[in-house]
């Protein structure tokens, strides 16, 4: 029998399968799935075993394949996943071996064998004797080995001696038959993740449901159609915020429970959506359910690897990673919130989880639905052509009304002498507010922030003539860039426009918020939530404090836009609408909507009316007029169009490279070499290149960046793959490409 194993060295070089033997003693054992040792490039590496057979192919017919050497029995990876690891990597681009570290138990990769030398027989002193007359070396390595506990030691033990000399002696020992070597791998406590009939625990009566809106009760009978038919297919559950998406999940998940299948649930950020695990907990029993939080050990992750593996979990929530979770029999993935960007992983590999749901929804015949208020561009336009089907929620339940949102004008406050952050209209509404004892949150948009130049007469913010997408500030010798086609030009004095000479670059923070709040209402308690307050008080500290109505305003970045139901909010104060619209990227304007459409829509969700006051220096422009009208459909009709006629995604796909090192000539040379390459392999323009240009933080820990984007029309992205992989063998096989510089590829990036 022979296996094929992909080796755990994540090199481009190595990123094949490769051919072992399995010997006779480990014969029942070795299955695809399986981790196992193998010796690789004379070391034992980790790896794991895809496909058994008989055979060998032809080409290695008359080699002597090495055979492997242990396996891990303690896991047996899915079919199902396994099968995803060539696509996967091949779609993202990074190797197969990177991606089966993401599907192997938590913390495996701890542990490496270890070589030992023994003595296979006692000796007596006057063997050892005898050998230092005939082989002084070899005598050395003998009395030590005898006076070693066991007669065994570590091959490193001996690393004193030089690597030659070492493998010469043990060889001539070996050969005398007086010493072995042997490959100790490490022992593995946990028992063996078999999958037992009935092994799950038995399902609690589940917890009273609500019923269900007519809305609600469509969208629940076409999933609960799909799961009982075992019919793979993808859903897109559009619902406006507080339609009641959380409770259709919670009925396809029983659903599927009930067939004895598996629910897995993906949220963005698991830290920021403790709601939806409770949930999931009061609905179907604590013991049911699995959160995977990123704050979990790694020997509780582990655990919990190990009984999911076994089938002992019916339910398992958690973000992004939480998708290579290996429940075996997998009945309904649901993917909240969609269209958020924290899906994809922005360090290699570059998966993106939706897409991997996806993909494992299809092997396992499981029903997908991915739900938002604000659905992604590209999701829609799959459930508008009928590749994925469309389920509405267009009202809130219990015939709630959406908030009604106040469009005000910042160029006004400015003329009228007000230069704060608030606007007269936002401070009158907070005091009402809190006069009703109830709550305000208060989000300020520095999504993607890069600072760009504005009038402050008449609003105009500089764009690139080419492009139409604004310019990006650069302090460094007062520049303005463009992102896209790399245009530069000074900032200027006046604004071309109306001549006014208060062109001024745009920058805010939530500290200044804090303090001219604290001038405004001094009684008001405040709470924080962005990054700095992750770090402090913790996120859930946060959440918990303020749904328990521990403060009046909770001021926030973009991380209190996800899915927090907070019953007392009754007015949304948006600051800075406009800043997120103005970055150079060509996903500015859908990214703008679903955050002010989200963050709106956490006003007024139990039965209080809710408000929403958005500042902006822009109100006229359609984003923010459509996040006033709740108008996604409009929205989504104008957007696609423009992303049509400018060649932009969904239209076309995108690769971005980015070249990383801490010499800024080498990381220009570099990319200058690859940009010279494509331009020689398109010789018939299939795509376009872009660039080279240093990206937008040219620096980043002492590393110089820069980045090149290559567009390829239509949605096949392989042509741009085999280019670029081209491109990396020309590159290293050149002589005097500069050393020291890192490239990264990113295949449909997040915006530019
Ligand atoms: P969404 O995720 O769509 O923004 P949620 O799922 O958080 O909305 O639901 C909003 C609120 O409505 C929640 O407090 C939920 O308990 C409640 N809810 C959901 N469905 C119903 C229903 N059929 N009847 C009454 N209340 C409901
Ligand atoms: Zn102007
Ligand atoms: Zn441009």
């Known amino acids: ?272 959506t403790p709601q939806a695990g409770n949930h999931l907990a009061e609905r179907f029993g604590r013991q049911a359910v699995v959160v995977l939080h990123s704050k979990l050990s790694e020997a509780v992750r582990r655990r919990e690897w190990y009984r999911i593996a076994a089938g002992q979990v019916p339910v398992v929530i958690g973000a992004r990673s939480a998708v290579f979770t290996p429940l075996p029999d997998l009945g309904l993935i649901i993917v909240d ?94 005091t009402q507010c809190l006069q009703r004892e109830q709550q305000v949150m208060l989000y300020l948009n520095r999504r993607g922030f890069a600072p760009f130049i504005i009038c402050r007469e008449c609003g105009n913010v500089l764009t690139c003539p080419r492009c139409s997408i604004s310019l990006v500030y650069h302090r460094v010798g007062e520049r303005l860039h463009c992102h896209y086609c790399h245009f530069r030009q000074m900032v200027p004095k006046q604004c071309p426009v109306c001549h006014s000479r208060a062109v001024r670059f745009f920058g805010t923070g939530t500290q200044r918020i804090e303090s001219e709040l604290a001038g405004h209402f001094p009684g008001a308690q405040v709470l924080r939530l962005d990054r700095d307050a992750a770090e402090g008080p913790g996120v859930e500290k946060v959440i918990s404090t303020f749904s328990e109505t521990g403060g009046d305003i909770l001021v926030g970045t973009q991380m209190i836009t996800k899915g927090l139901d907070f019953p007392r909010v009754t007015l949304v104060g948006i600051l800075a609408a406009d800043a997120s619209l103005h970055i150079a990227d060509f996903q500015a304007t859908e990214r703008t909507f679903q955050l002010l459409a989200q963050v709106a829509g956490r006003a007024g969700r139990a039965g209080l009316p809710g408000e929403v006051i958005v500042q902006s220096y822009c109100p006229e422009h359609y984003c923010l007029q459509l996040v006033k009208d709740h108008d996604f459909e409009a929205f989504y009709a ?78 096949d992205a392989r042509p741009l793959r085999q280019a670029i992989r081209r491109a990396g063998q020309a590159y290293t096989s050149r002589r005097g490409c500069p050393a020291g510089v890192k490239v990264s590829i990113t295949v449909d990036p997040a915006g530019l």
């Open 1 to 272: 029998m022979y296996v094929q194993v992909i080796v755990d060295v994540p090199q481009v070089d190595c990123d094949q399968n490769y051919y072992y033997r399995v010997p006779a003693d480990l014969a029942g054992q070795v299955a695809p799935g399986n981790g196992v040792w193998v010796s690789f490039n004379g070391r034992v590496v980790r790896g794991w075993a895809v496909a058994l057979g008989e055979e060998l192919p032809a080409d290695l017919k008359n080699f002597s394949v090495q055979p492997v050497i242990g396996v891990d029995e303690t896991y047996r990876l899915n079919a199902d996943l396994l099968a995803l690891v060539v696509p996967l990597a091949e779609a993202v681009m990074s190797t197969r071996a990177d991606i089966l570290r993401l599907l192997a138990p938590p913390g495996m990769r701890r542990g490496r064998p270890v070589a030992r030398i023994c003595l296979p027989e006692k000796l007596s002193p006057e063997q050892i004797v005898l050998w230092e007359g005939i082989d002084p070396d070899c005598a050395l390595i003998l009395n030590r080995l005898s006076r070693a506990p066991k007669q065994s030691l570590r091959r490193s033990a001996f690393s004193g001696w030089p690597k030659s000399r070492l493998a010469g002696v043990l060889a001539r020992l070996a050969g005398a038959g007086l010493v072995e070597e042997k490959i100790c791998l490490p022992s593995r406590r946990e028992k063996r993740a078999v999958r037992s009939p009935g092994a799950g625990p038995a399902l609690l009566p589940a917890g009273r449901a609500p019923v269900l809106t007519t809305a609600q009760q469509k969208a629940v009978d076409a999933l609960a159609t799909a799961i009982d038919q075992q019919r793979p297919g993808t859903f897109l559950l559009h619902g406006v915020t507080g339609s009641g998406k959380t409770e259709v999940y919670l009925q396809a998940a029983s659903r599927a429970l009930a067939q004895g299948r598996q629910v897995l649930y993906l949220v963005p950020e698991i830290a920021l």
């Open 337 to 430: 919130e969609e269209h958020e960007t924290s899906y994809r992983q922005e360090r290699e590999p570059k998966y993106h989880a939706r897409q991997v749901a996806l993909a494992r929804a299809a092997r396992c015949r499981a029903v997908a639905v991915l739900g938002s208020a604000t659905p992604s561009l590209e999701s829609y336009q799959k459930a508008l052509t009928g590749k994925y089907q469309l389920l509405r929620l267009p009202e809130r339940v219990a015939g709630r009304k959406l908030p009604a949102v106040n469009l005000v004008d910042m160029r006004e406050e400015l003329t009228a002498g007000n230069r704060g952050m608030f606007s007269r209209a936002l401070l009158q509404a907070i």
């Open 638 to 715: 104008r957007e696609i169009a423009l992303r049509e006629r400018l060649g932009y995604p969904p239209f076309s796909r995108l690769v971005r490279l980015e070249f990383r090192g801490a010499d800024q000539t080498a990381v220009a040379v570099a990319a200058e070499t690859w940009t010279e390459t494509f331009k020689q392999l398109n010789g018939s323009k299939e795509f376009n290149v872009w660039g080279p240009a240093p990206a937008a933080v040219v620096k980043v820990d002492d590393k110089f960046r820069w980045q090149l984007t290559l567009r390829l029309a239509g949605g």
